[in-house]
């Protein structure tokens, strides 16, 4: 059974840094790329950038360039995703979501999310 | 950058009523991709490359289009298509996936 398992819910302060993860279980973790995407409070999706494990690559919507870091541990089928100097603007549930490689496919597969409210 | 906008944002139907949701690009895409996502539910690929239903999606939904102009549509609408529907695109440069902004179908 395919799974992407991300980390707990969030509470952290404006300035901060978050970093969660999306564990990836049932398929082989670099036959894939993996998504992240946002979803402010009662707003649509937005597409934050991908990675792909096998390469080690990275793409990004430029508006989450600096904001947003990717990267994925191969050794335990891991995506994680750091957000820095978090502000208000932040406060979101963010979805890892994968895709696979050899064809554009759309997002096959997502993980439960990750909200993270930012507040003092 | 491509944009996508979706008409109607919200839409009401009746059991068994005939539904379609529009997503018109601001250039010409290739496929178009459509997910369901119900509330406090993570989303769920509804439709890929246009018109191939993902599995499990009953086959009362299709989704049809081109360049411009694409459309997912319900056959006759049954209380568990209550939903909110994204379309996608994706385009190669650079690399960048977009989402529409949305329709919200409700039952009447």
């Known amino acids: 059974e395919v799974k992407l398992q991300q980390s707990g819910d969030e509470l952290v302060r404006p300035g901060a840094s978050v970093k969660m993860s999306c564990k990836a279980s049932?398929?082989?973790?670099?036959?894939?790329?993996m998504h992240w995407v946002k979803q402010s409070p009662g707003q649509g999706l937005e597409w934050i950038g991908t990675?792909?494990?096998?390469?080690?690559?990275?793409s990004y919507n430029q508006k989450f360039k600096g904001k947003a870091t990717l990267t994925a541990d191969k050794s335990s089928n891991t995506a994680y995703m750091e957000l820095s100097r978090l502000t208000s603007e932040d406060s979101a549930v963010y979805y890892c979501?994968?895709?696979?490689?050899?064809?554009?496919?759309?997002?096959?597969?997502w993980g439960q999310g990750v909200m993270v409210t930012v507040s003092s | 950058e491509i944009v996508l906008t979706q008409s109607p944002t919200t839409i009401a139907a009746s059991p068994g009523e005939k539904v379609t949701i529009t997503c018109r690009a601001s250039?010409?895409?290739?496929?178009m991709y459509w997910y369901q996502q119900k509330s406090g539910a993570s989303p769920k690929l509804w439709i890929y490359?246009?018109?191939k239903l993902a599995s499990g999606v009953p086959n009362r939904f299709s989704g049809s289009g081109s360049g411009t102009s694409y459309s997912l549509t319900i056959n006759t609408m049954e209380t568990e298509d209550a939903a909110t529907y994204y379309c996608q695109q994706w385009s190669s440069t650079p690399p960048t996936w977009t989402f529409g902004g949305g329709t919200k179908l409700e039952l009447k």
């Open positions: 490359d246009t018109s």
């Open positions: 049932g398929y082989t973790f670099t036959d894939y790329a």
């Open positions: 990675i792909i494990p096998l390469i080690d690559t990275t």
């Open positions: 250039s010409s895409v290739s496929y």
């Open positions: 979501a994968r895709e696979v490689l050899i064809t554009t496919s759309g997002f096959d597969y």
